[in-house]
């Protein structure tokens, strides 16, 4: 299979702990995004990479989150002294750059912080 | 910023029904516009897209056109199956901005 993976699928943490993510891309694309989506709503935009660089990320990404993508291969998502608030599905996507902008989901990491 | 508003649901019809979900897209511009949909239990799969103004997207039966004038995006399908039940996206633009999402449900 060749679609994007996450790892891992689910984590339950205690508030208050740190908790990293994992997200694989499509071994091609060149751009990698992180969504976060919460229950009864749509996927809200995180950060996105073009290779190794940081380009964007939303304001509602806060100081306790960071993400990287050494090498511009796969990349991880930490989240520092989780709150309950956190609690979500994190998506991670991938796409080319040429082209439109089709990106390909994987499963997501679905953390429940207690 | 961009924006999507959605048909909101739950929409529940009986197989062979035939399928609207509204979608409106406001952004600078014209970005390409998306359907994804998620079924029971899975990650997010792209439906169709339609990449400029005036396009359609098609895929599975479904189809889409994307109007310029009244910058909708609204999913359509002539004959819906049971196995066509999810959630279905609307999105749009380059970091995606998504709708709240529709569940569909169908009937035998």
């Known amino acids: 299979d060749t679609g994007v993976s996450q790892d891992p699928r689910h984590k339950i943490t205690k508030r208050g702990q740190n908790v990293t993510f994992r997200c694989d891309p499509i071994?091609?694309?060149?751009?990698l995004y992180w969504y976060r989506q919460t229950l009864g709503q749509g996927p809200e935009f995180l950060t996105y990479?073009?290779?190794?660089?940081?380009?964007?990320k939303s304001r509602l990404l806060s100081d306790r989150f960071s993400a990287e993508r050494p090498k511009g291969s796969f990349s991880t998502l930490e989240i520092q002294r989780t709150e309950q608030g956190d609690s979500a599905m994190y998506l991670c996507?991938?796409?080319?750059?040429?082209?439109?902008?089709?990106?390909?989901f994987g499963p997501g990491t679905r953390l429940t912080v207690l | 910023g961009d924006s999507v508003t959605q048909m909101e649901g739950p929409v529940t019809l009986s197989e062979e029904a035939f399928l609207t979900i509204n979608c409106t897209y406001t952004a600078t511009g014209y970005p390409s516009l998306f359907w994804y949909v998620q079924y029971p239990g899975e990650g997010l799969q792209l439906l169709l897209k339609a990449t400029k103004a005036d396009d359609k997207g098609s895929n599975k039966g479904f189809e889409a056109t994307y109007r310029k004038e009244t910058t909708s995006f609204h999913l359509e399908k002539g004959s819906v199956q049971v196995s066509d039940s999810a959630v279905y996206f609307c999105?749009?633009?380059?970091?995606?901005?998504f709708g709240k999402g529709t569940l569909l449900t169908v009937n035998p």
């Open positions: 990479f073009q290779n190794e660089a940081q380009l964007e």
């Open positions: 071994s091609e694309h060149n751009r």
């Open positions: 999105a749009g633009g380059y970091k995606l901005t």
């Open positions: 996507a991938s796409s080319l750059v040429q082209g439109y902008n089709e990106q390909f």
